[in-house]
């Protein structure tokens, strides 16, 4: 019996990098046409490999989408969750924007993925709770930092985080869109800005 192929790509078997070939194809496709606009052999072409390999790894379109959706919900988790809130709020706060902007600028495709418009109809039971898991942490944060009176507290800490979110997304869409092109100060500015909005407002 033969020993599996191996890649030179960091030692994986040849099957491991047809499959994350396959996701990264994916990836590239629905963030570019949408999932609905996306076809399994146009997927296929551009992973190079054949349409029959994907459904070795991947029994259907839902369960590919669903494959790329957990893999970018939990490089985003990841940056969420280093919340360092032993830090003074406002380093805390840049170091996720950082983490943030990190992951935009290296996952340019990942970060245009999650933030189609709606993932409901395609999301299966793992997709979903993964969701689910994600945004109680840092509302925690927040909440924290309105008990000591550091943040605004007419706001909710889910629906100050839904701001701070928006504020973050939508910047960045305009620059993929092709309305402005962000510099280090540009983003800098932003983000204080964007602390700035927290801050403010009665403090009942």
Not at 186 to 192: P, S, V, Y
Request: glycine residues 8%; contains cysteine.
């Amino acid at each position: 019996m033969g020993m599996p192929k191996i890649s030179a790509v960091h030692g994986k078997r040849e099957p491991e990098v047809k499959q994350q070939a396959v996701l990264d194809a994916a990836l590239d496709i629905f963030a570019e046409s949408g999932v609905f606009g996306a076809s399994m052999p146009a997927i296929a072409k551009r992973a190079k490999v054949g349409t029959g390999t994907i459904y070795r790894y991947f029994p259907s379109k839902e369960a590919l989408v669903n494959a790329v959706y957990l893999r970018e919900k939990l490089m985003l988790r990841q940056i969420l969750e280093a919340v360092q809130a032993h830090l003074a709020p406002k380093v805390a706060f840049d170091g996720i924007w950082k983490r943030l902007v990190d992951y935009v600028r290296r996952r340019p495709q990942g970060f245009r993925f999650l933030e189609m418009q709606d993932h409901l109809p395609y999301l299966d039971a793992d997709s979903r709770a993964l969701e689910a898991e994600i945004l109680p942490g840092v509302a925690g944060f927040f909440a924290g930092l309105q008990h000591e009176g550091v943040v605004r507290r007419d706001l909710r800490p889910d629906v100050l985080l839904a701001l701070i979110w928006g504020a973050f997304v939508n910047l960045f869409k305009a620059e993929r869109g092709g309305y402005l092109r962000l510099t280090d100060s540009d983003i800098a500015a932003a983000r204080d800005a964007t602390w700035g909005m927290c801050l403010r407002g009665e403090q009942p």
